[in-house]
C-alpha cells in the first residue's frame, strides 16, 4: 500500500496533518482515492466517476495548501456523494432509469458548503432507486455488495456511501436518511453514520423522498470524523423553509470522552430477546457494560408506541413521495417513453418503464392512502400517531440524556435475501424510524462483530442536541477498539 | 389498484396488478394496527418543530439561463419543452 | 322562450383568480414577467427540478392581507399550505401549492350596485336620477396559491402534432377570492366583479389587467323556482376573460339550464366551457369524472403564522377604499351618493375626476362633465380613463373658459370630443375654431336687433305682457349668433330693447 493509501485509511486527523506539513500533497490523496475505486469497483459502491473535476479540485487544494491557506480542516479531502445530491454539471440519477441521464443545472446547498471548504468530491455512490429500501438492490447500477462480506448486502439506501467509507475510497461520505437510510448501511458495513436533527442540514439540492423525515448526513470511520463534516455542512439556509434558524454548532472541540454523569435510557420495547440476532444483543449489552463502567448512568425508559412505528412511517413516507415523484413525467428532464401515442400514453409509459418496482410500490401506497375516502383513515391517523411517538421520546428524555439501541436487528443479510418480501424488509427498520418521526439526532457506530460481520449501535438524541450523542459515541471509541477493525479484503 | 394506479399515472400489467394488490394489501394489513389507538384531540405532527413557515423578501433573483433550462429536455422546440398535444384545459 | 327572470332565479357564486402584484414569484425568486420568450422568467424551482424547495414571498402574503382587510374579512393567524396533486404538463412538479382547509383569508364582504329594476323594493325611495341601489355580498375566503405555465396549442408547434410548454407564468402568485352564491344577475356578478377589480387595484393588490390574464373568473350556476329556498344543482363555467364574458356566459347557462329543466331533464353537475364566438356553453368534464386531488399539508412548508401586530402595520398603511372614497367625495365636493358612485367605480375615474375638480374649482361641473359626456363615450368605445387622449388639466380648462362665460355649453361640447380622441388646448382649438362666445354689446345688440325687426308679432305679445315667448327669442338670437352669443348678455339685451 502507498503512502497516501495509508494515510486515505486514517483518521481526518491523520490526513490533515499529512497535508499540512507537506508529506502528501491532497491530489495524491484523491489519485490514491481513485486508485481504491477501480481495486474495489466490484463493490458497485462508487457508480459514477468525476475524476477530471475531482483531479482539478485536489491540484486547487494541493496549491492553497502549500501556499498555507488551507480552507478548512476538510480542504484536499476526498468525500463521496450519495447520488440523491445534486451537483452543477454533475450527473444525480438517484440510481433510477427515470433520471438515468439527468445533469443538475445547479448546486446542492451542502455541496456549495463542501467547496466552500475545499473538500473534494470523487464520485457518487450507489443507493436504491430515489432512496427506497434498506439494501441497495433496487438500483439501475446493481446491487452494491458488502466489503465485509460481497455476498451480502451493504444496507441502504445509503449503501454506497457506507460501503466507500469501509472499503477506504474516501474517508468521509454523504447520505440522506429518512427512516435509518444512513445509519442501518452504517451499522452493516462497520463505519460510523450520523443523521443530525430535522433542519440541521439544508434538503436543497436533495433529491426528496419523504421531505418531513429526510435529512442528509454525513459517514466516517470516526464519530469526530462525522463531527467535522458535519460542522461544515449544516446551519440555516434560507432556501429550505424547513431549515432550523441556528448557526451550525460547534462539537468537534467539544467532544472529551467524558460520559461520567450523563444518564443513558433503555428502551424496553427495543432490547427485546425476539426478533433480534442473539450476537447483535450480545454486542450492544457489552457496549453498555463499557459506558456504565466509563460512569455513564443507565435507566429504563418506555416508548410505549414503538409497536406502532413502522406503519406511520410507511404511510406518512409513501403518501409524501406519491407527490414529491410526481414530477418525473418525462416532460422537463429524464427518460421519456418512445412513441406514445398522445400525453396520458406518454405519462404512463415513461413513469412506469423508468420507475423500478419498489418505487411503483410505495407511489402505489401513498397514492391511495391520500385517496378521496382514506385520507383521515390513513394519512391523517399517521400524522396523529406520529405526534404520540413524539410524545413518547418527550417523556423518555425527562428521565435521560441519551437512548441507546441497536441500530439493526439484525448483521447484513444476504443479497436477494429479503427483496421477495417488502414487509419484512420494512420491519427490519424499526430501531431506526422513530427518530426520523420525531426529528431527532441519531448516531449508528460500529460495537463489533458477530459472526464476522459489524453490529452497530445507534445512539438518540434530544431534538438539536447532537452534542450528548456525539460525545457518548465518541468516548465508547475512545474506549473499544471496534471502529479500527477494518473488511478481510480492504486490510 | 385500477384506479389508484391510473391516478398515479403508472401503467401495470396485469400481473403486476396482481403482485401489487398483494403486497400493498398485506402492508395494509399491518397498518390496520394503528386503528386500535385512540387518537381523538391528538394534534397531528407534519415536523417535529414548532416553527413558522420563514418569509423570503420579494427580490427578483435573475432568471436562469433558458438554454440551461431546458438543457435535459427530452424534446423541445427553442427554448419550450415539447408534449404530445394538450386537448382539453385543466382548471 | 319568455324572459327567464319571470319565473326563474339564479344563484351565481364567483371564483376570481387575480395575480399580486410581486417582482418575484409566489415560491421562488424568479422575475415575475409578462411576454418573455418561453422559459425565459423561471429559476430551477418552477422547472421542478429534482431536490429544489419553495420559500413563501413575504410581499405576496402582505397583498392577501391588504385585501382581506378591505373586505372586511379575517386575516387567519395560521395558514397552512397543501398540495393539490394533478397531472398536467404545465403543472410541473405534478401538484399545485395551494391553501385547502385553512386559507389565509375567510368570510368578507363587499358592497355593489345593484339596477333598480331588479330591485323594485326600493325603486320608490330612489331619488331622482337615481337607478342603482347598494348590495352586500359575501366572501367565503381567499386564498394564496400558484399559477400554473403555459400550454401553446399553436399549429406551428411541431406541425400542429405537439404543444409547447412554457413555465414563464408557473409560480406566479395568485389569490383565488371565493364569493358567497349571493349573486342573482349576470349584472351582478359583472359588478362584483368591477368592484372587486377596483378594490384591488386601489390597494395595488394586483393590476387585475384581465387581457394579460391577470384577472380571471369561474362562474359557478344555478336556477331555481322564484321562491325556492333550496340551491338546484350547479355548474361551474372555467375562465371567463372578461365581464361581457361573464355576463354572457352566465345568461347562456342559465337558459340552458332552465331550458332543460322545462323539459323535464335535470341539469347535471359539471365543469363547462364558454364559447364566446358561438355564445354557448359546453360540458367540458362531468363531476362524476373529477380528478381526486389528495390534498395535503406541503411538507416543503411549515404553517403560515401572521402575528396581529403584523395585521395592524398592514392596515395602517392602506391606501383609501373604493367605499371610503365614494363616501370622502359626497361630503368633500357635495356629490350625491349617485355621482360619487359612479365616480369611484375605477382608481383611475375616480383620480380623474379628483384632479379635474381641484384644477378647475368647480367639483360640480367636473362631475357633470364626466358622468354625462366622458363615461358615455368610454362605454360606446369600451375604453378605460387612461386610454383617452383627455387629461384632467384640459377638461378643468374646457370649464374654466365656460365659467368665464368665454364659452358656452353648446361650443364647449363641440370641443369635447377633439380632446377626447386626440387632445389638445381647449382655448387654442376655441380660438381655431371661431367658438369664442360673443358678450361685446355692439355685436349682442346687433343679433338680438335682426331677430326683433323680424319676429315683430311675438314682441308685441311680450309687450302685452305676456314672456312665454322671450325663450323663443333667446333661441334665434343663439341660433343667429351659431351658438357663440354669451346667453346672460342675450337675455338682458332682449329684455331691455323689447321692454325699453
Not at chain 1, 130 to 142: K, L, R
Not at chain 1, 207 to 233: K, N, T, Y
Not at chain 2, 42 to 66: E, I, K, N, Q, S
Not at chain 3, 435 to 446: M, N, Q, T
Request: net charge negative; charged share 25%.
Amino acid at each position: 500500500m502507498s503512502q497516501a493509501e495509508t494515510i486515505l485509511s486514517g483518521s481526518l486527523q491523520h490526513q490533515r496533518e499529512a497535508l499540512d506539513r507537506s508529506e502528501i500533497t491532497a491530489s495524491d490523496l484523491v489519485q490514491a482515492s481513485l486508485a481504491r475505486m477501480d481495486r474495489h469497483a466490484h463493490l458497485t459502491a462508487v457508480v459514477t466517476r468525476q475524476d477530471e473535476a475531482a483531479l482539478r479540485d485536489a491540484e486547487a487544494a494541493s496549491r492553497r495548501i502549500a501556499a498555507g491557506a488551507a480552507r478548512s480542516l476538510l480542504d484536499g479531502i476526498p468525500v463521496v456523494l450519495k447520488h440523491n445530491i445534486v451537483q452543477q454539471g454533475q450527473l444525480a440519477t438517484c440510481a433510477a432509469r427515470i433520471l438515468e441521464n439527468f445533469v443538475s443545472p445547479y448546486d446542492a446547498t451542502v455541496v456549495e458548503r463542501l467547496r466552500a471548504a475545499g473538500a473534494v468530491v470523487v464520485g457518487r455512490a450507489n443507493m436504491d432507486e430515489f432512496a427506497m429500501g434498506s439494501s441497495t438492490e433496487s438500483s439501475i447500477y446493481g446491487p452494491c455488495r458488502n466489503p465485509w462480506d460481497p455476498a451480502r448486502s451493504c444496507g441502504g439506501s445509503s449503501g454506497g456511501s457506507a460501503a466507500a467509507v469501509a472499503a477506504g475510497i474516501a474517508p468521509l461520505a454523504l447520505g440522506s436518511d429518512t427512516g435509518g437510510s444512513i445509519r442501518q448501511p452504517a451499522s452493516f458495513c462497520g463505519v460510523v453514520g450520523f443523521k443530525p436533527s430535522y433542519g440541521r442540514v439544508s434538503r436543497w439540492g436533495l433529491v426528496a423522498f419523504a421531505s418531513s423525515l429526510d435529512q442528509i448526513g454525513p459517514f466516517a470511520r470516526r464519530v469526530s470524523d462525522c463531527a467535522v463534516l458535519f460542522e461544515q455542512i449544516a446551519g440555516h439556509d434560507e432556501r429550505d423553509s424547513t431549515s432550523l434558524p441556528q448557526p451550525a454548532p460547534k462539537l468537534r472541540e467539544r467532544l472529551d470522552g467524558d460520559v461520567a454523569g450523563m444518564t443513558i435510557g433503555l428502551p424496553k420495547e427495543y432490547l427485546v430477546e425476539q426478533g433480534v440476532d442473539p450476537g447483535v444483543l450480545a454486542r450492544v449489552r457489552e457496549a453498555i457494560a463499557v459506558l456504565e463502567g466509563a460512569g455513564a448512568k443507565f435507566v429504563e425508559v418506555s416508548l410505549p408506541h414503538t409497536a406502532h412505528t413502522i406503519a406511520t412511517y410507511y404511510l406518512i413516507a409513501t403518501a409524501e413521495a406519491s407527490s414529491n415523484l410526481a414530477r418525473f413525467d418525462g416532460i422537463r428532464y429524464g427518460r421519456r417513453a418512445k412513441d406514445a401515442v398522445d400525453l396520458e400514453d406518454l405519462y404512463r409509459r415513461s413513469r412506469s418503464e423508468g420507475f423500478g418496482a419498489e418505487v411503483k410500490r410505495r407511489i402505489l401506497l401513498g397514492t391511495y392512502v391520500l385517496s378521496a375516502g382514506y385520507y383521515d383513515a390513513y394519512y391523517g391517523k399517521a400524522q396523529r400517531v406520529r405526534t404520540l411517538i413524539r410524545r413518547d421520546f418527550e417523556l423518555a428524555f425527562a428521565s435521560c440524556d441519551v437512548i441507546l439501541t441497536p441500530t439493526a436487528p439484525e448483521t447484513a443479510f444476504r443479497l436477494g435475501e429479503k427483496s421477495g418480501d417488502p414487509l419484512a424488509m420494512y420491519l427490519s427498520d424499526v430501531y431506526t424510524v422513530s427518530a426520523n418521526l420525531a426529528g431527532l439526532p441519531a448516531l449508528s457506530l460500529p460495537c463489533g462483530l458477530s459472526n464476522g460481520l459489524p453490529v452497530g449501535l445507534q445512539l438518540l438524541g434530544k431534538p438539536m442536541d447532537e452534542l450528548s450523542i456525539l460525545r457518548v459515541g465518541d468516548a465508547f471509541e475512545r474506549l473499544t477498539p471496534h471502529h479500527r477493525l477494518t473488511p478481510p479484503e480492504v486490510a | 389498484m385500477a384506479r389508484v394506479a391510473a391516478l398515479a399515472r403508472l401503467a401495470l400489467s396485469p400481473v403486476e396488478i396482481e403482485a401489487m394488490t398483494r403486497d400493498l394489501e398485506q402492508i395494509l394489513t399491518h397498518v390496520a394496527s394503528l386503528d386500535a389507538l385512540d387518537t381523538r384531540g391528538v394534534p397531528p405532527t407534519l415536523h417535529g418543530f414548532d416553527l413558522p413557515t420563514p418569509l423570503r423578501p420579494d427580490r427578483p433573483a435573475p432568471a436562469m439561463d433558458p438554454e440551461l433550462a431546458v438543457s435535459n429536455a427530452p424534446a423541445r422546440q427553442g427554448t419550450a419543452f415539447l408534449v404530445p398535444k394538450v386537448l382539453e384545459e385543466e382548471g | 322562450m319568455t324572459d327567464w327572470r319571470d319565473r326563474y332565479e339564479l344563484v351565481i357564486g364567483l371564483e376570481v383568480h387575480t395575480h399580486l402584484k410581486t417582482a418575484s414569484k409566489l415560491f421562488s425568486p424568479a422575475p415575475v414577467r409578462y411576454g418573455d420568450a418561453p422559459n425565459h422568467a423561471v429559476h430551477p424551482i418552477d422547472l421542478a427540478l429534482p431536490g429544489v424547495l419553495p420559500v413563501l414571498n413575504e410581499r405576496a402574503v402582505e397583498l392577501a392581507i391588504r385585501l382581506g382587510l378591505a373586505i372586511h374579512a379575517t386575516v387567519n393567524p395560521v395558514s397552512v399550505f397543501a398540495r393539490k396533486n394533478y397531472f398536467y404538463p404545465d403543472l410541473p412538479k405534478g401538484y399545485q401549492i395551494s391553501q385547502y382547509e385553512d386559507p389565509i383569508v375567510s368570510g368578507g364582504w363587499l358592497e355593489i350596485d345593484v339596477a333598480l329594476d331588479v330591485a323594485p323594493n326600493v325603486a320608490l325611495n330612489a331619488k331622482r336620477g337615481e337607478t342603482t341601489t347598494r348590495r352586500r355580498i359575501g366572501i367565503t375566503r381567499a386564498h394564496l396559491e400558484e399559477d400554473a405555465g403555459k400550454s401553446i396549442h399553436d399549429d406551428a408547434v411541431a406541425g400542429g402534432s405537439d404543444s409547447a410548454i412554457d413555465l414563464n407564468r408557473a409560480g406566479v402568485p395568485l389569490l383565488e377570492i371565493v364569493s358567497e352564491p349571493d349573486l342573482r344577475t349576470p349584472e351582478e356578478a359583472s359588478s362584483y366583479l368591477r368592484t372587486l377589480r377596483a378594490i384591488l387595484r386601489a390597494l395595488e393588490v394586483s393590476d387585475a389587467d384581465m387581457e394579460k390574464g391577470q384577472f380571471r373568473c369561474d362562474a359557478n350556476v344555478s336556477v331555481r323556482l322564484k321562491g325556492e329556498t333550496a340551491f338546484g344543482t350547479r355548474t361551474e363555467i372555467k375562465n371567463l376573460n372578461s365581464f361581457a364574458h361573464v355576463e354572457d356566459a352566465i345568461e347562456v347557462e342559465a337558459v340552458r339550464q332552465i331550458e332543460l329543466i322545462e323539459d323535464g331533464k335535470s341539469v347535471v353537475q359539471a365543469t363547462m366551457g364558454y364559447d364566446p364566438d358561438r355564445r354557448r356553453t359546453h360540458v367540458q368534464r362531468l363531476k362524476e369524472n373529477a380528478d381526486d386531488y389528495r390534498y395535503f399539508p406541503d411538507p416543503d412548508l411549515i404553517e403560515l403564522r401572521i402575528d396581529p401586530a403584523r395585521i395592524e402595520s398592514v392596515r395602517a398603511s392602506l391606501p383609501e377604499l373604493p367605499d371610503q372614497r365614494r363616501a370622502r367625495f359626497e361630503s368633500e365636493y357635495a356629490l350625491s351618493p349617485y355621482e360619487a358612485g359612479l365616480l369611484t367605480t375605477s382608481r383611475t375615474l375616480a383620480d380623474f375626476f379628483e384632479a379635474t375638480a381641484r384644477a378647475s374649482g368647480s367639483p360640480k361641473a367636473a362631475s357633470n362633465w364626466i358622468i354625462r359626456d366622458l363615461l358615455r363615450v368610454l362605454k360606446e368605445r369600451d375604453l378605460e380613463v387612461e386610454q383617452t387622449a383627455l387629461s384632467p388639466d384640459m377638461l378643468a380648462s374646457l370649464i374654466r373658459l365656460v365659467d368665464a362665460g368665454r364659452l358656452t355649453a353648446r361650443s364647449a361640447a363641440e370641443i369635447f370630443p377633439t380632446l377626447v380622441a386626440e387632445g389638445g388646448d381647449p382655448e387654442r382649438l376655441m380660438v381655431e375654431r371661431g367658438l369664442e362666445a360673443v358678450s361685446d354689446s355692439g355685436s349682442i345688440d346687433r343679433f338680438v336687433d335682426q331677430v326683433i325687426a323680424a319676429h315683430p308679432d311675438v314682441v308685441a305679445q311680450i309687450r302685452s305682457g305676456d314672456d312665454k315667448p322671450l325663450n323663443f327669442l333667446m333661441g334665434q338670437v343663439m341660433k343667429a349668433s351659431q351658438g357663440k352669443a354669451e346667453p346672460g348678455s342675450v337675455r338682458k339685451a332682449l329684455a331691455q330693447k323689447i321692454r325699453g
